[in-house]
């Protein structure tokens, strides 16, 4: 009889303890709701929503970690937000339809993708002035740069294409033909090779940026979607949109290496500081899971609003 | 519309298990579809029709166990048959479960992505207009001012009467209405609310709440809301008048009683029309032997022919 409340306890007291030493706080995206929420990560509960803006779908953390930037696409601007709190400190206007937005590693560069308005465009990170745009074939979505910062990559999910834009010079240096529906991109931490996930079919699209060629699929599951880093600088974690599982990849040997639920849509992720839980959100279900990957099961669900799309743990394992 | 610290406390269970109705819908039929189909772009759309045909099937099964006894127990008019009432039934499952608007809005987005574009790249973004009752009571202006041309101008009229050529008027009718009417009229809703940057949550309960307003006015049911009450929304008495013949598509402003929602609207701008009277309804030739048609095929190809005059 004790043995369902005492698993739960001690599952919660994990959590807790796991979430402790930095401010236990996840900051969720509604896109169809224009709200955001933030969720205490101790007490699994939302402990705040508002307004944010309109079709807010991604969000990052500024180079100095100081501050998170929301984009809201069909508001035109980037939200900067206290990354310890969530409060709104300052809008930045005339960002032109922001849905994937991104610091070049050097930081040089502020990519944005415009998927609405079939544009990349590049802006000065610092005054957010924007210094080229760039029209391109139908609905780019997500992007990665070069480890170098000389170039940056973006999926065009309507042609299904790969377009490698240089960043000095500012225009398409090639593209490449690949799966359909592509969407969330990764650079692999040897700078070899970019992962793509291909949400129109059932497996990762791993491209040869620099010979330019498909060099193999990692099939995964129906609707491969987005990518999150485990933080051991090894291994990879892609959300399955359709068929409703997260697979774990390794990245050096660029095969699927375990695979885990992920009921209601799964979109983006999230890995905890000590690398033992994901968080993802639901899109279908409104809700935001978490994912214990030791023990492969779904330890909460935590309602939301409408359409979650993008999550980020203030407490998160190492971006590598 | 949302207080601040909304929860899984926060929502009823109605809504919790239509939620989990919604996702199971779309997880199961919808989105294994569109994966066949490699339309996996549209999945978020999809995802938002599925809510809109789910509650839009919802509502037609309430307004009608709430309106059709209505319409038994204190009917305006007695018929033989109801067989006229028939293709009322498909032009409101074809509006309310989404059929008519997802191909409207495939009609529609490239002009308006087209005119958001421009907007966008100038500079302008609409406000985030949040209110609910102003929201409505614009949309509510914008819809008197397009049903009054609808009479005005006789190449809208020959669309507009399909609606009027019912003479069997029930619940039903309200979304008896031409094709190439309704998307116009889907269109200048749309730019209202591209204009006024209202969130969909708000445009989803807007159209619910007046569509339901709508169907009720047009219900076979002896029914005002008073001297005060039918000056306040539109009662199935008034918007009967607008039907009545010989009354509601005659006069210098062609017709009386425009309004959808909000009467105020013709009592502002003189064509209210407070006949305490439930008349025949229909358009007053087609006493004479003029033909509108009564399959819905028919109705559609008749008023472009009035069109070409
Ligand atoms: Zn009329
Ligand atoms: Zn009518």
């Known amino acids: 009889m004790l043995v369902e409340p005492m698993r739960y306890l001690s599952s919660a007291l994990l959590l807790a303890s796991a979430a402790m030493a930095a401010p236990n706080l996840a900051i969720v995206l509604n896109s169809a709701e224009e709200t955001l929420s933030v969720i205490d990560t101790a007490t699994m509960k939302e402990t705040k929503r508002f307004p944010i803006g309109k079709e807010p779908h991604h969000l990052m953390a500024t180079p100095d970690d100081k501050f998170l930037i929301v984009a809201n696409a069909a508001s035109n601007e980037l939200v900067f937000l206290d990354r310890t709190t969530g409060e709104v400190k300052n809008r930045v206007k005339n960002i032109s339809d922001p849905y994937q937005i991104g610091y070049s590693p050097d930081k040089k560069w502020f990519v944005s993708a415009s998927l609405r308005l079939d544009r990349v465009d590049i802006y000065n990170p610092e005054t957010f002035q924007v210094l080229k745009r760039i029209p391109l074939p139908k609905a780019p979505s997500h992007l990665a740069y070069s480890p170098d910062s000389k170039m940056v990559f973006i999926t065009l999910q309507d042609t299904n294409e790969l377009a490698a834009i240089d960043l000095e010079t500012q225009k398409v240096t090639w593209k490449l033909g690949i799966g359909k529906q592509p969407a969330g991109i990764l650079m692999t931490p040897d700078g070899k090779y970019l992962l793509i996930g291909i949400l129109g079919d059932k497996y990762v699209e791993v491209v040869d940026w620099k010979a330019r060629k498909l060099h193999k699929k990692i099939y995964t599951g129906k609707g491969a979607h987005n990518f999150v880093r485990l933080g051991d600088g090894k291994h990879v974690f892609l959300s399955n949109r359709a068929e409703n599982t997260i697979s774990k990849i390794n990245m050096e040997t660029l095969t699927v290496v375990d695979s885990y639920p992920a009921p209601g849509g799964p979109d983006c992720m999230d890995v905890t500081a000590d690398q033992r839980y994901l968080w993802m959100t639901s899109r279908w279900a409104r809700k935001v899971s978490i994912l214990d990957l030791q023990t492969k099961q779904i330890v909460k669900q935590i309602p939301v609003g409408r359409s979650p799309h993008g999550i980020y743990l203030v407490s998160h394992a190492p971006r590598k | ?309």
């Open chain 2, 1 to 309: 519309m949302l207080p601040d610290d909304t929860g899984a406390e926060g929502q009823t269970v109605i809504v919790e298990w239509f939620n989990i109705w919604h996702q199971w819908i779309f997880e199961n039929i919808v989105q294994p579809m569109l994966y066949r189909m490699e339309w996996m772009s549209f999945d978020e759309l999809a995802y938002d029709w599925t809510h809109l045909f789910l509650l839009g099937a919802l509502e037609v099964v309430l307004l009608w166990a709430l309106i059709r006894p209505l319409e038994l127990w204190l009917p305006v008019e007695r018929w033989e048959s109801r067989k006229a009432t028939r293709v009322d039934v498909l032009y409101t499952l074809l509006a309310r479960l989404g059929v008519l608007p997802i191909f409207f809005f495939i009609v529609l987005t490239p002009a308006f992505d087209w005119v958001n574009a421009q907007i966008r790249m100038a500079g302008i973004i609409p406000p985030s207009f949040d209110n609910l009752l102003l929201y409505v009571v614009l949309l509510d202006f914008v819809d008197y001012w397009r049903h009054r041309f609808e009479h005005r101008f006789n190449i809208w009229w020959a669309l507009h009467a399909v609606h009027h050529s019912q003479r069997q008027m029930t619940f039903w009718s309200d979304e008896r209405e031409h094709l190439l009417g309704q998307l116009i009229a889907a269109a200048l809703r749309a730019a209202v609310g591209l204009a006024v940057g209202a969130p969909p949550a708000t445009f989803v309960t807007v159209t619910l709440a007046t569509a339901a307003i709508e169907s009720f006015s047009h219900a076979n049911v002896k029914l005002s809301f008073g001297r005060i009450g039918d000056r306040l929304l539109v009662s199935p008495l008034y918007h009967r008048v607008h039907h009545a013949i010989g009354i509601g598509h005659t006069g210098r402003t062609m017709g009386c009683n425009f309004a959808s929602v909000f009467p105020v609207w013709d009592v502002v701008f003189g064509t209210a029309n407070f006949t305490h009277a439930y008349l025949p309804t229909g358009i007053d030739d087609q006493l004479t032997g003029r033909d509108y048609g009564e399959g819905f095929w028919r109705q559609q190809w008749l008023a472009f022919r009035r069109m070409a005059g």
